[in-house]
């Protein structure tokens, strides 16, 4: 049975979904509505779960109606062997073994292929980190250590490490480059310790040419490990290896570091991606499509969705890229176009969690600013145009951007009446298709609200 359904949903999801994300599930069995599938990874499984699993499900259902939820479990025997690395983030690739690593131990962790240079978009948020790590992926003579790349989540830390490294490969393939993130460092420092290896883990992490740590606020108070860190750091840098390290926030920030590693980490060039803004967005949901039309070539995307995603969801990319795949995957198998409903109707959910709360407080505020009236005036009795106009440019926006009901937003602007307010939303309605400094005005309004 099993078997059928993934035929179907490969036709679904198209062959680099499947291969990705569904041919590693194995279904493992149904039990009180509840359908069990084995997955290799927490990672996996959580994946699969946000962005397969009403799929998976709807499928289920045409064979057996009785099924309600899903349930994504690692199987006890799978990453017990004492060779198992933790959970890796990545969809593993086969793990490299370096020259020197006859004994298996200096691997790199995997990375993934379709984090490269050709696939990072770059924009002002993003665009000194881009360069910085483009100069190293040169590989050239050593110009600052560490590089050290901060950002919050789903910012592309670790995309742009992965594309050092895979650049790296292509033009000095000799180079000895270590890809790892701090956890799993110190999972290698642990099982050494335990082992008695640390002779050969020394020697090992010392002989890389370039060695780079993802996340390494992992390793904030974890002593020995941060010892290690700091040894195996200076090593390096006196050799004049190159280090790359990323972090959720800036050196100075992580609490708990020591502060001779904080300093090491700062010596070098720092830079932080900053969060998204809406042109980046909308240029990564852009090549994202591209990159979904090898799945899906003949899905239509109506003009506008992207406009609306970029400036609904919030500045993680992981979300952006996670509510695309969704919206394609939803799309083909409903036999639909992408259109606002359908858009509407699937990602309910994400859009509400980034929902980003504007309040008509702030509305008031920009839009007396802008206009350059007095927001007493704005808000107050007087029916001048000069103030009526901006007026109902506010109502309007406060219908559009917040959750308030009409008689909410007319008791905010000096207890006004709802059908005021109904009045003054249609009015800007009407004068938004005719008048182009209107439509500017709030397009401008718009993006001033939602940074
Ligand atoms: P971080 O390590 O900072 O948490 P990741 O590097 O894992 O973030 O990025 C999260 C997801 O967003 C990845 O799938 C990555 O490919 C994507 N992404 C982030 N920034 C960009 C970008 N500028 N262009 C294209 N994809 C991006
Ligand atoms: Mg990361």
């Known amino acids: 049975k099993w078997g059928q359904l993934r035929q179907r949903l490969l036709k679904t999801v198209g062959q680099n979904n499947y291969t990705n994300w569904i041919e590693p599930i194995e279904f493992r069995a149904a039990n009180d509505g509840i359908a069990t599938f084995d997955v290799p990874t927490t990672f996996l499984g959580n994946y699969v779960s946000q962005n397969y699993a009403d799929l998976i499900l709807h499928e289920l259902k045409t064979e057996d109606p009785s099924l309600q939820r899903l349930r994504f479990a690692v199987p006890a025997h799978v990453g017990a062997g004492a060779e ?21 131990v200096l691997t790199t962790a995997p990375l993934d292929k379709r984090f490269t240079f050709d696939t990072f978009v770059v924009g002002k948020p993003n665009e000194l980190a881009h360069a910085a790590a483009r100069r190293v992926a040169e590989g050239g003579p050593v110009t600052f250590n560490p590089l050290f790349l901060y950002g919050g989540v789903g910012l592309g830390k670790t995309h742009l490490m992965h594309a050092i490294a895979h650049e790296l490969r292509e033009r000095r393939p000799e180079m000895n480059v270590l890809y790892l993130s701090a956890e799993q460092f110190m999972y290698r420092f642990v099982q050494a310790l335990r082992d008695r290896k640390m002779m050969d883990f020394k020697e090992i992490f010392r002989s890389v040419d370039v060695l780079m740590v993802d996340d390494v606020q992992f390793i904030a108070g974890k002593d020995s490990t941060q010892e290690e ?3 195996t750091f200076n090593a390096l840098v006196d050799q004049n290896k190159q280090i790359i390290i990323s972090a959720d926030r800036a050196p100075g920030e992580i609490k708990d570091l020591e502060d001779r590693v904080k300093s090491r ?7 932080d991606l900053h969060p998204t803004d809406y042109e980046l967005r909308l240029g990564i949901l852009q090549s994202k499509v591209e990159q979904q039309r090898v799945n899906y070539p003949d899905l239509e995307v109506e003009t506008g969705v992207l406009e609306f995603l970029a400036h609904r969801i919030s500045t993680n990319v992981r979300v952006l890229e996670g509510a695309l795949t969704r919206l394609f995957a939803f799309a083909s198998l409903v036999g639909r176009e992408i259109n606002m409903e359908l858009t509407q109707d699937c990602l309910s959910d994400v859009l509400r969690a980034s929902e980003r709360k504007i309040t008509v407080e702030e509305i008031q505020r920009k839009v007396s600013d802008h206009y350059n009236i007095r927001l007493s005036d704005m808000i107050g009795p007087k029916r001048l145009r000069s103030y009526a106009r901006p007026r109902q440019v506010a109502m309007y926006l406060c219908k559009k951007m917040t959750s308030r009901s009409l008689p909410e937003i007319g008791r905010r602007f000096g207890g006004r009446d709802h059908t005021t307010v109904m009045h003054g939303v249609k009015r800007i309605e009407e004068l938004k298709a005719q008048d182009g400094q209107i439509a500017e005005d709030l397009e401008l309004l718009r993006r001033a609200l939602e940074e």
């Open 84 to 104: 198992a690395a933790p959970a890796a983030e990545q969809r593993p690739e086969a793990p490299r073994t370096s020259k020197q690593a006859a004994n298996n």
């Open 229 to 231: 860190f700091f040894h």
């Open 265 to 271: 980490l700062q010596c070098g060039l720092v830079v």
